[in-house]
């Protein structure tokens, strides 16, 4: 029975997720702006065999509630075997080229408040000296490409934080591993025009993730081809990346 934070519990990698677990009759602690869809999640893990749900109502971003969070999570479970940060959003690149305050929030949503939150976390698995720690970035943050910098950049800042404090917590026997989806056909991707053979089902990349905490990978491309496709992508010399559109 795993114990389970999950923090953007109603997106669609995270339900896939928890239901998987949910059939092992783990507890979960969901965390996420909408309290009715957190409720219909619970609901829904109930009914699939998890033993215990409990619901936050948090703006990720909004870091001064991180700690009372937390401190809720702790009291509902004792214990958190795996925290899954899974929130954020997919910014329109050209507004926030246009507009320096949505580029700052694209990028809390997308990174900053993500650190805030790992940090935060990164004390208590420190303390419990067990546990891993599950973080969703993208293989958009493996290189600025025009269509989505912005994006990209947040992901790169979470992938290279994830590094440095995978190699922190190693050492204290807490296990961080940095999750890198490509195209996944969720609501946050509707109305994109994405090559149909490269878009994943939510259910596809949620066995991946579970099977990657199981195995303690360190760096987990989702499904496995990205890590492929993104060693081509960074091969391409910058002389010629500037001239291409990706």
Not at 105 to 122: D, R
Not at 220 to 234: E, K, T
Request: charged share 20%; net charge positive.
């Amino acid at each position: 029975m795993k114990r389970v934070l999950i923090i953007g519990a109603t997106s669609a990698i995270a339900t896939a997720c928890a239901r998987r677990w949910a059939t092992q009759g783990s507890e979960f602690f969901l965390v996420g702006r909408n309290l009715e869809k957190l409720q219909q999640t619970a609901a829904d893990l109930e009914g699939r065999g998890a033993k215990a749900t409990t619901v936050h109502a948090m703006d990720a971003t909004d870091t001064g509630a991180h700690a009372a969070m937390l401190e809720s999570c702790i009291g509902a479970m004792r214990q958190v075997d795996i925290a899954l940060i899974a929130h954020g959003t997919l910014p329109d690149q050209q507004q926030c080229e246009q507009d320096p305050a949505v580029a700052l929030q694209e990028f809390s949503n997308n990174g900053t408040s993500v650190i805030a939150l790992l940090t935060l976390l990164s004390n208590h698995f420190e303390t419990q000296r067990c546990g891993t720690l599950a973080v969703i970035s993208s293989v958009a943050g493996d290189r600025g490409r025009p269509s989505n910098y912005l994006y990209g950049a947040a992901k790169a800042a979470v992938s290279t934080f994830c590094e440095g404090l995978r190699a922190r917590m190693f050492k204290v026997g807490v296990h961080v591993i940095t999750i890198k989806p490509g195209f996944v056909d969720t609501p946050m991707t509707q109305g994109l025009k994405l090559p149909k053979a490269l878009v994943a089902q939510p259910e596809q990349v949620a066995k991946r993730i579970a099977e990657g905490i199981d195995r303690k990978k360190d760096v987990l491309y989702a499904p496995g081809f990205w890590s492929l496709i993104m060693l081509i992508i960074r091969s391409i010399p910058r002389s010629v990346f500037k001239r291409i559109n990706l």
